[in-house]
């Protein structure tokens, strides 16, 4: 790529909007592509002198156009880039996320959850904790004998970027831990973040150097940790309150508000609005008083963090997918911004749905500048809500409208509201496609024979012709919870669909052996280099191995999220299993399907979705491709590798009485074990307390071997 000198540009002054708007894009792609030669090649073909020249054209452009700062733009992607050049650490306590919730009847309906979960009566105290919830980024740190040897971020939950010689020059995170009480493996977890002060001292510098803005502290912060260079970390003065932990060998307090003390005491900073409360009314008054606090704060903080405080409580409760069910983050109401709906654009989804999308005047929402908002469908547009009910007065939304935009936390951003007075006068009703804007195919609403409504989701009837689906649909295939193939993200998806190197999934298997007979081989394409190639192609091998519920993830079949695919893993075993089952259940009445619905989690749109799924011709092709390219390994939890009950069939029955019996099938489903909920051949197990009848007959006229609840605590231990 031919690199220009800025210097023999016009001033920016002087282009026009036309002009500067291509020059602003050439110079995008120019840096991205400057920025691959350094982070990724190793190899840079330009001084820093000069690279820094494209940058503050680029910024001098931004600063002239400020439409065109949107959140593509190069400056609001700063510190992701350098991702590649870190280390991976995979973290032994995987690091999870939090439900969320915005009313206050979530968080009677999440204290509920938990007594109900617990069989708590109501006259029993249950403590919770409340603190602010940090806008950072989380960091786990790892003590052994009290010396901090590692410092990782949270990555995909499993394993993050080892940013440990960053992480050595900020003041607040001790080095050695001297505490008589640290255990001798520690892992303490908490967030980094940034003062606004210290923000706005970094921007200042930024600017000064023309160097591009943070778009906010939390990017700030992103940016100042996943530096290469430990210096430029240490000249930003980052910051760290502790809130969880990883592994730990001992645990030196039995409840959250004791150990966030304990690490207090070993010299973290810890946040001083953490509080205890004993009812929902506390939790909501303290969430009250720290939302009254937020604008002193000094920091950015984007709601409260509610905990069960007894830590032996927490262990009951344990995990749903990737957040515990002993947490929940209370979020701040959403922002708000005004601005110009200037266009309305079609996406086409994975399963053909029709997106709108509005395209805005730029606007910044809560310091984050938003030109794109969804606009839901095609009802939403014209005021209709789901339920049928008019919503904004019946107000429709029309291109030229002045909208209300929000923006929630990391939500994509919507179109809440029109500003009717402003409504130019000769503004038209919009017209919702009826055609597929990628493939021409009718567009159509189904309508649910179960219950006769029409669906609000218009949708593409091209199906496999459709290339937006087909893209989608492979974004999907290598997507972070999926594949998950370094270096093959979105952008080279689309790169490689429109040259048509990758339209299935199975090509992404075949690419290297195309390659080495490719006369234009992508090792001399423009933006790739020989490492970026051997890079992908080592990622693309180390994926023909992968775990069965991320294989049954990533085929998209409509409906089958993270849980149900870990679900239909963990009851088939294999995918064979799977497949089979699946295509002899197209008969709704056979045994099949009574099996695939009697899956704790998987109902009847979920089961309708795979039969229809594996009954498709073409994705019966796909998956004898993909299966002759790629093996999917039945996954067992750490647990339930050593777990006495992996594999077994088990049936609760009977009142239990040390343990509900939502928590007793979570416990055995942690463990490996599948419930069913009736007693059959297939039954390994049947745990039966008092009052048990008919089930326990059948268990004893079939064999089944049969224990009472301290017989399964025995069996099983009381993890
Ligand atoms: S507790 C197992 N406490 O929120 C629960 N998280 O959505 C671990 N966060 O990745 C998290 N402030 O980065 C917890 N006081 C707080 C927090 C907090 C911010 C972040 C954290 C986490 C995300 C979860």
């Given amino acids: 790529m031919p690199v220009s000198t800025p210097s023999a540009r016009p001033h920016v002054e002087q282009l026009g909007f036309d002009e500067a708007r291509r020059e602003h894009e050439a110079l995008g792609r120019e840096i991205a592509e400057h920025d691959r030669r350094y982070y990724e090649d190793d190899a840079p073909t330009i001084s820093d002198a000069e690279y820094d020249a494209l940058r503050r054209r ?57 007594r109900r979960f617990l069989q708590l009566p109501s006259d029993k105290p249950l403590v919770l904790t409340a603190e602010p919830k940090i806008d950072g980024l ?19 939950g499993t394993e993050g970027e080892d ?27 908490g967030e980094v ?18 160097k591009p803005l943070f778009a906010n502290p939390r990017n700030a912060a992103a940016g100042s940790l996943r530096q290469l260079d430990p210096r430029i970390t240490a000249s930003r003065p980052l910051k760290f309150f502790a809130y969880s932990w990883g592994e730990m060998s001992s645990l030196p307090r039995r409840t959250q508000f004791e150990m966030i003390a304990c690490f207090a005491a070993w010299g973290f900073k810890t946040n001083p609005l953490t509080r205890r409360c004993s009812t929902v009314e506390e939790l909501l008054a303290h969430y009250r008083f720290i939302e009254a606090e937020r604008a002193q704060l000094g920091y950015d903080i984007d709601g409260v963090v509610y905990k069960v405080d007894d830590l032996s409580l927490q262990e009951r409760l344990g995990f749903v997918s990737r957040s515990p069910r002993w947490a929940l983050a209370h979020k701040f109401p959403a922002q708000n911004a005004t601005t110009v709906l200037e266009g309305i654009e079609i996406n086409v989804g994975r399963t053909g749905s029709l997106n709108p999308l509005a395209r805005l005047k730029p606007v910044t929402v809560g310091g984050v500048v938003v030109s794109n908002a969804t606009l839901h469908n095609e009802d939403y547009i014209r005021g209709i809500g789901s339920d049928g009910q008019p919503i904004r007065n019946g107000v429709d939304i029309r291109i030229g409208d ?16 029109v500003v009717l007075e402003r409504r130019p006068p000769d503004s038209k009703p919009y017209e919702f496609p009826t055609q597929c804007p990628a493939c021409g195919s009718h567009a ?70 195309r390659n080495s ?36 993830y990533a085929l998209g079949i409509p409906h089958v999220g993270e849980t149900s695919a870990k ?48 009954k498709e011709t073409h994705n019966e092709e796909m998956l004898d491709a993909l299966l002759s390219e790629v093996t999917p390994e039945p996954e067992e939890s750490q647990a339930a590798k050593n777990s006495p009950v992996a594999g077994k069939t088990v049936v609760f029955t009977g009142s239990l009485e040390q343990m509900t019996r939502e928590e007793a099938k979570a416990m055995a489903e942690r463990l490996g074990a599948k419930v069913a909920g009736s007693v059959s051949k297939k039954t390994d197990l049947i745990v039966a307390g008092p009052g048990a009848g008919s089930k326990l007959d059948k268990a004893r006229e079939l064999g089944i071997k049969i224990l009472d609840e301290d017989g399964w605590f025995e069996l099983v231990g009381r993890s």
């Avoid at 989380?138 to 590692?150: A, D, F, I, N, P």
């Avoid at 075993?573 to 009574?594: I, K, M, N, V, Y």
């Fill in 138 to 156: 989380s960091l786990s740190l790892r003590y052994e004998r009290g010396s901090l040897v590692t410092a990782a971020t949270r990555g995909d």
């Fill in 517 to 552: 007979r490719a006369l234009q081989r992508l090792e001399k394409r423009e933006g790739w280099g020989e490492t970026s190639v051997k890079n992908l192609f080592a990622a693309i091998e180390a994926r023909r191995r992968l775990p069965l519920s991320r294989f049954i």
């Fill in 567 to 614: 679900l239909l893993a963990r009851h088939f075993g294999s995918f064979d299993a799977l497949r089979q089952t699946a295509c002899a259940a197209s008969d709704r009445d056979s045994e099949a399907f009574a099996e695939l619905t009697s899956i704790g989690g998987i109902g009847r749109v979920v089961g309708d979705a795979i039969v229809e799924f594996f």
């Fill in 193 to 210: 973040y940034l003062s606004h002060d210290a923000f706005a001292a970094i921007n200042e510098r930024q600017s000064e150097a023309g």
């Fill in 402 to 417: 002045t909208v209300i935009v929000q923006r929630a936390g990391d939500v994509i951003p919507k179109v809440l509201d």
């Fill in 163 to 189: 940013v440990t010689a960053n992480v050595r020059t900020i003041g607040e995170i001790p080095q050695r831990l001297r505490a008589a009480d640290v255990p001798e493996i520690c892992e303490v977890r």
């Fill in 58 to 114: 680029y910024e001098e452009i931004e600063a002239q156009f400020p439409e065109l700062r949107t959140p593509e733009s190069l400056s609001e992607k700063v510190g992701a880039r350098a991702s590649d050049k870190f280390a991976k650490i995979r973290h032994r306590v995987p690091m999870l996320s939090l439900a969320n919730a915005f009313s206050d009847e979530a968080i009677e309906e999440f204290v509920a959850r938990i």
């Fill in 444 to 513: 159509v609403r189904e309508v649910n024979p179960r219950t006769g409504k029409e669906d609000s989701v218009r949708r593409c009837t091209g199906g496999l012709i459709c290339p937006a689906q087909a893209r989608e649909r492979l974004k999907h295939f290598v997507s972070r919870y999926a594949f998950d193939i370094e270096g093959l993200g979105e952008q080279r998806i689309e790169e490689f669909y429109s040259e048509g190197l990758v339209t299935r999934p199975q090509d992404i298997f075949t690419l290297q052996s």
